[in-house]
């Protein structure tokens, strides 16, 4: 403001403000200390009707939004009453008051006057932003709500949204304090658009990030991923702008950037929840000086256990059969076809895995033997639980490990196990070693 605003807005003199004015002096206050005095009055007028109107406004608001909500059951009106909406919507009167009361107040002090115009407005931009942030953040709440976005990265475009209005809040703000034009400001942030680019790079690479996760569908909030690299090991619970929140199982919380999921590996196990089956890959080392070719008698004992009874019967007349057409020589196991323990054992675990109720018969069951190693004969069990819950998966796998190790003995096998250095101990009272 310049000279002559100046002295047009000190003759701008109000009947309120002469009425306090002069009762002041006709108390025989002097006319400086009467300045002072109807400045402090007038403020601490203004500050109580600031309270009241304020007061009165919120609550009305905050009255009908939950009338709104309760008739029309939405999600919207609940959150911009926890969003605080009803609180900045209210101060729209007492902004007015205080403007249009500027004049009055400091009809005696011009050049402050012009200071509290300038905070006034500068006060207006923060206050825009907070309405607008208000109605951002309940909007976001509400999509949160919804099934399709519930596992969406909300929080990274809400946080794009606000860096905007910052951003233009931050543009007025230096042009109201300067008061330059906002265009030239630009012109001169473009100059600096390098350093804007370095002090903005994890949030642009974050919303890029966000961009190609969400249209990829590459991770979702509530995924269960793994980063060894950041040994991350856990649910997916909050994508933001700048952040990845994973928390891990032991209940720790690992941060990571969000353009490290798209610049570098990592395993989401969303497609194991969503299958309903767990994988388990286990191995037993059998020894391999135990297997060897089975005789008759020992068929037929093994011929009561339920689940190979069968297949034994109609593997043995084949086997039977084929020596028979070819005349070979039995004396000798060696000759021609024969059934071993480890084939009838490994087959016997495939039914046993078929028929058990807590397997995924809809998924891939195999036992299979891998490459012999120094602690013997390795026998993998590959099958999917028929539940992803990590306790009853953790039990499942200890049941089936215990039966398969339990079941070796009855096929004349032994597992392996390490006895290079055995420990022995001896109970004294019965004289038992260990």
Known sequence: MNEENIQQISRSTNAISDW????????????TWAKYINLVILLIVLTALVF????????????????FGKISRAEFPK???????????AMVIPYSLVKGSIPIIFDQFPKTMVLINKLIDIFLIFYVIWLLM??????????????RMRDKPLESYAQVVKIVLYCVGFIVFFSILTGQNPAHILTGLGALSAVLMLVFKDPILGFMASIQVSANDMVRIGDWITMPKYDADGDVFEISLTTVKIRNFDKTITTIPPYSLVSESFQNWRGMVETGGRRLKRSVFVKQSTIRFMKDDELKELERIGLISD???????????????????????????????????????LSYLKNHPDVHQGLLILVRQLQPTS?????????????T?????????????????????????????????????KIPETGITH
């Not at 109107?53 to 905050?62: N, P, S």
């Open 375 to 387: 602690k013997g004969l390795p026998l993998e069990l590959y099958f999917f639980t028929a539940t």
């Open 52 to 67: 009241i109107v304020q007061y009165l406004t919120r609550t009305i608001l905050k009255k009908i939004l939950n009338r």
């Open 20 to 31: 306090s004015l002069q009762l002041l002096q006709s108390l025989g206050i002097t006319d």
């Open 134 to 147: 208000s109605v951002l953040n309940a909007f976001f709440d509400s999509l949160a709500k919804k099934p």
């Open 311 to 349: 297949y034994i019967r109609s593997r043995s007349a084949e086997i039977d059969e084929y020596n028979k057409a070819r005349g070979v020589d039995k004396s000798l196991s060696i000759n021609g076809r024969n059934l071993t323990n480890m084939g009838l054992y490994r087959h016997y675990l």
């Open 389 to 425: 819950n990590w306790l009853k998966y953790e039990d499942i796998c200890s049941d089936v490990l215990d039966h398969v190790t339990a079941a070796a003995k009855y096929f004349d096998l032994e597992l392996y196990e390490d006895v290079s250095n055995p420990v022995i101990t």
């Open 79 to 89: 959150n911009l009453s926890n969003r605080r909406f009803p609180h900045y919507l």
